[in-house]
T-cell receptor, first 116, second 112 residues
Framework: GAGVSQTPSNKVTEKGKYVELRCDPISGHTALYWYRQSLGQGPEFLIYFQGTGAADDSGLPNDRFFAVRPEGSVSTLKIQRTERGDSAVYLC??????????????FGEGSRLTVL | SQQGEEDPQALSIQEGENATMNCSYKTSINNLQWYRQNSGRGLVHLILIRSNEREKHSGRLRVTLDTSKKSSSLLITASRAADTASYFCATANTGTASKLTFGTGTRLQVTL
């Protein structure tokens, strides 16, 4: 597809379970970002990939959160031992390489995670 | 953490009126961007202004940037009901230009 694709669009899980959220960026975009957005708030940065490597993971809240991008395209955000406070919309965005293009991010529709 | 603070937090106007939203930030920036988010949807990029620019236009949008005051404003002229959305400013900070830091957003309601 032409845009950033995120699956699932909605995920309901129980406290303590493991969750994976997937992001398929725009073809050719080497930069990929994960953000988390709580109700009524702006997106909060989690992690940024340039290619396969995590260039900046300073926003990951703790070691229960981990993200991978093994082939430099699709990325998976993994959350272990989920807590009710992890409930939020997880947004993925991609962009052209740093220093090129307009600097804008292209966002997916998000994955809404609800931890019961 | 969130860099920017938008004000007002919520704004309600009638169709045809102009809407002005303000954003303040804390650190030196490379550029500042505005995004729009319809309820339950992803964010859509509206406009980018670089740190050496003072004003930029795109259609009905006008953005200003005052780096001495660390503030920006977004003006939407001749608003339409379809402009109803949340608007966020986001900064690409000097030294961390690889990521955008978003503000808290302004919820704009345009009524007929």
């Amino acid at each position: 597809g032409a845009g950033v694709s995120q699956t699932p669009s909605n995920k309901v899980t129980e406290k303590g379970k493991y969750v994976e959220l997937r992001c398929d960026p725009i073809s050719g975009h080497t930069a990929l970002y994960w953000y988390r957005q709580s109700l009524g708030q702006g997106p909060e940065f989690l992690i940024y990939f340039q290619g396969t490597g995590a260039a900046d993971d300073s926003g990951l809240p703790n070691d229960r959160f981990f993200a991978v991008r093994p082939e430099g395209s699709v990325s998976t955000l993994k959350i272990q031992r989920t807590e009710r406070g992890d409930s939020a919309v997880y947004l993925c965005a991609s962009s052209t390489p740093l220093g090129l293009g307009t600097g804008e991010l292209f966002f997916g529709e998000g994955s809404r995670l609800t931890v019961l | 953490s969130q860099q920017g603070e938008e004000d007002p937090q919520a704004l309600s106007i009638q169709e045809g009126e102009n809407a002005t939203m303000n954003c303040s930030y804390k650190t030196s920036i490379n550029n500042l961007q505005w995004y729009r988010q319809n309820s339950g949807r992803g964010l859509v990029h509206l406009i980018l202004i670089r740190s050496n620019e003072r004003e930029k236009h795109s259609g009905r949008l006008r953005v200003t940037l005052d780096t001495s005051k660390k503030s920006s404003s977004l003006l939407i002229t001749a608003s339409r009901a379809a402009d109803t959305a949340s608007y966020f400013c986001a900064t690409a900070n000097t030294g961390t230009a690889s990521k955008l830091t978003f503000g808290t957003g302004t919820r704009l309601q345009v009524t007929l």
